[in-house]
């Protein structure tokens, strides 16, 4: 077993097998070269895939991201023909029904049967991985596996996440800073006698309220959505619409800011019917029309969440067992009210129309529309109207671009000035603030069961859209957003290999000698 770092000498280093895609693996080998070249304190193994784990090694402790994998293992797959077939019928060159033979539809079903028996394949396969890992930490009890893939179960899945997440709701974070001693002191006043000003508010944990949408967010389903809204004390705008798959390509990480009422977005209420400001058919001819003008990113299984002012600011949190580090990033700004929550104000902004779109309808906001090239995407996010698209791993759109994308709202009073800076952007938290995440943090890694996660909260501004709360001194509410399994840790990267072999020492440590094979354990 490797012992632990003594008078600053480099431990002996920890063999860690790892099983991640390739792209993550790629990134975390250079975190961890980059910043330990001149202390090793661990060496990286990958595990072979086509080799028994049981084979490979000696390793002292096993991590992975299978997340896809894990996802897969744990959903039932009934093979989506529907889905699958109705899309690729949808997809065909357009051909009649009648006459001049199947318009392309025998070459869309047997598509359609090949990319179900390719989904089931896959699906087999990663239930395959999955149950090797399980069946690895069962059989060597002495090689921790970070984390348990029954665990990372919880954060692949953002409904799953969210319901975990209001359990936690109005959870207190620490007493305020003063204690029973505090307490009795401000009781008895001060060395005058004049009383103690009263104890700082505590903070508490809070989650966003929100729906699942099985079926997206659609002209069909607009309706459904805003009644279950409603129905959990949502407003019907604005909103934050994210795909209930958290992990996997870069379509999990697309997310789009609806500006207006779902049905005013995707039927054109209160228009004047044909063609809104954008150009775009607000779906009033009949037939597909309607979902036609949806843009397609809105039509998959979606989380939608309420969304809060909070000065602009993302507040980032790395967890490394009992190692909690907090970085400060811009958020999404905080939305004037000429933005949100008036179904007047689809008056103004009828149907779904993307920035600089030139009528072809078909924006898909990943790199433009198909095949029309109409569609400007700006710092990272695509303002389609009233539903603004942006991908959150890249930098958020500010109110310039918010605004942009809907010029009556940017001339509407109270519209911010564009391109203005978000407010708090950057700026250090307070001890207090600081105190509440690391408590948020050890929250979170009791009811989800992970050692190596991150967190994104947000501090909701007094008066802001759905919140309430205060600045960093007053107390408030910490709004938990997402949780996510194993992050790059990229902003740690100086401090990441010593952390993590401090984390997997103390792993080892607490298991205790526990007898293996040699090929497995040292």
């Not at 930490?137 to 975990?164: H, K, N």
């Not at 005058?192 to 659609?218: E, K, M, Y």
């Not at 397609?296 to 190692?323: F, T």
């Not at 933005?339 to 779109?357: A, H, I, M, P």
Request: glycine letters at 18%; charged letters at 15%; aromatic letters at 4%.
């Amino acid at each position: 077993m490797a012992s632990a770092r003594t008078d600053g000498e480099p431990p002996a280093p920890l063999v860690v097998g790892y099983a991640f895609m390739s792209k993550k693996a790629d990134t975390f080998r250079a975190t961890l070269s980059s910043a330990a070249l001149e202390w090793r304190a661990i060496d990286l193994e990958a595990l072979g895939a086509g080799q028994p784990l049981a084979d490979q090694g000696p390793f002292d402790v096993v991590i992975h991201k299978l997340s896809e994998d894990i996802h897969a293992a744990t959903t039932a797959f009934d093979g989506g023909t529907s889905r699958i077939n109705s899309s690729c019928v949808g997809d065909g060159d357009g051909g009649s029904d009648s006459g001049g033979g199947d318009g392309g539809l025998g070459t869309a079903t047997a598509a359609a049967t090949a990319a179900v028996a390719s989904a089931v394949a896959a699906a087999a396969a990663a239930r395959r991985r999955v149950a090797a890992l399980e069946a690895f930490a069962r059989d060597y009890p002495g090689v921790p596996l970070v984390d348990s893939p029954s665990a990372v179960a919880r954060v692949v899945d953002r409904a799953r996440t969210g319901q975990l997440l209001r359990q936690l709701h109005g959870r207190p974070l620490g007493n305020g800073g003063g204690g029973n001693g505090g307490a009795r002191e401000r009781a008895a006043g001060g060395e005058d006698g004049a009383p103690c000003p009263p104890p700082p508010a505590p903070w508490r944990l809070v989650a966003p309220r929100f729906v699942v949408a099985p079926g997206g967010v659609t002209a069909a389903t607009a309706g459904w959505v805003e009644g279950a809204l409603a129905g959990v004390g949502v407003g019907p705008a604005p909103l934050i619409v994210k795909p209930v798959l958290a992990c996997g390509p870069g379509a999990s990480h697309m997310l789009s800011l609806l500006l207006d009422r779902p049905s005013a977005i995707l039927l054109g209420s209160n228009t004047s019917g044909g063609s809104g400001s954008n150009g775009v058919s607000n779906g009033g001819g009949g037939g597909n029309d309607d979902d036609k003008a949806a843009p397609r990113w809105l039509g998959q299984p979606s989380v939608v969440q309420e969304y809060v002012n909070h000065g602009g600011r993302l507040l980032k949190v790395y967890v490394l067992g009992d190692e909690v580090r907090l970085v400060v990033r811009p958020s999404l700004p905080d939305l004037p009210r000429s933005l949100w929550g008036s179904s007047s104000s689809s008056s103004t902004g009828g149907g779904v129309g993307c920035v600089g779109d030139d009528g072809c309808g078909d924006c898909d906001g990943f790199g433009g529309c198909d095949g029309c090239g109409g569609c400007e995407d700006a710092a990272g996010g695509t303002g389609c109207g009233r539903v603004v698209l942006f991908d959150s791993q890249k930098p958020y759109p500010t109110l310039g671009d918010i605004l942009a994308s809907s010029p009556a709202a940017a001339a509407a009073p109270g519209a911010a000035a564009p391109g203005a800076a978000a407010p708090g952007a950057g700026a250090a938290v307070s001890a207090r603030l600081e105190r509440a995440v690391g408590e948020a943090a050890a929250l979170l890694r009791g009811v989800f069961g992970l050692s190596l996660f991150g967190f994104d909260c947000v501090v909701p501004v007094a008066g802001g859209v759905g919140g309430g709360g205060g600045g960093d001194e007053d107390g408030g509410d910490l709004m938990v957003l997402d949780v996510n399994y194993f992050p790059s840790y990229k902003e740690l990267q100086a401090e990441l290999p010593a952390l993590l072999h401090a984390h997997f020492t103390g792993l080892l440590r607490a298991r205790g000698p526990q007898p293996a094979p040699e090929g497995i354990n040292r």
